[in-house]
Each structure stands twice: as C-alpha cells, then as structure tokens.
Nanobody
C-alpha cells in the first residue's frame, strides 16, 4: 500500500525559506519519478516540480523556477523541496506523489494524495 507523508510546512515571512520533506513508501522508491504539487485556497491543484529516479533529472513549473529546488535521498525514501524567496503566491497546501508518464507524454500523479503540508507566506 502506497503511503505519502509531507512535512515541513509552516508560517514564513515574504522572502523567507522553507524546506519540505516527503516520506514515501509502497513502491520501489529509487526507481520512480516523483513530484511536488500544491493547492491554494479556491484553486485547482497545480504541478510544482518533478525529479527523476536518480535525481539527475529535474523540471520546474515556470512560477517557481530559480526559487525552488527539488531533491531526493533514495537511501532514506525521502524527497525534498527547498523553497526560497517565498511570496504570498506560494501559500498553499503542498503534496507529493509518485509520477508516471501518460501515452501523451504528460507526467501524472499515480496514487491517492497524502494529507499535505500547509505553507503560509505572510507578514
């Protein structure tokens, strides 16, 4: 059974930093692409970043590129999202998931969502 558990969220001032963690189990972690998503109040869940199985491949949504860094530790089945220069637009619940590529070439979340971790950027 797949389990996804996000942590590390909190309240941070604009311009501040946070690092989120995702503990994942139920699949062979080291062989899977993974991604971060977020959902702001009243908005659809959106893609944030993805990382390949070895960590060599990364891809970011345009609105976080250059500010966020995705990484993983396959020895611990953990994935991270280091977030810098945070703005109020980054306020959301952040989720992680395993990813699979669709026949159309889109990377899509595979499993049920965890509880997420709340990130609030406010002064």
């Amino acid at each position: 059974q797949v389990q996804l558990s996000e942590s590390g969220g909190g309240l941070v001032q604009p311009g501040g930093s946070l690092t989120l963690s995702c503990a994942a189990s139920g699949r062979t972690f080291s062989k899977e692409f993974m991604g971060w998503f977020r959902q702001a109040p009243g908005k659809e869940r959106e893609f944030v970043a993805r990382i390949g199985s070895t960590g060599a491949h990364t891809f970011y949504a345009q609105n976080v590129k250059g500010r966020f860094t995705i990484s993983r530790d396959n020895s611990k089945n953990l994935m991270y999202l280091a977030m810098n220069a945070l703005t109020s637009e980054d306020t959301a619940v952040y989720y992680c998931n395993f990813l699979r590529v669709s026949p159309g070439g889109h990377w899509l979340p595979v499993d049920s969502w965890g509880q997420g971790t709340q990130v609030t950027v406010s002064s």
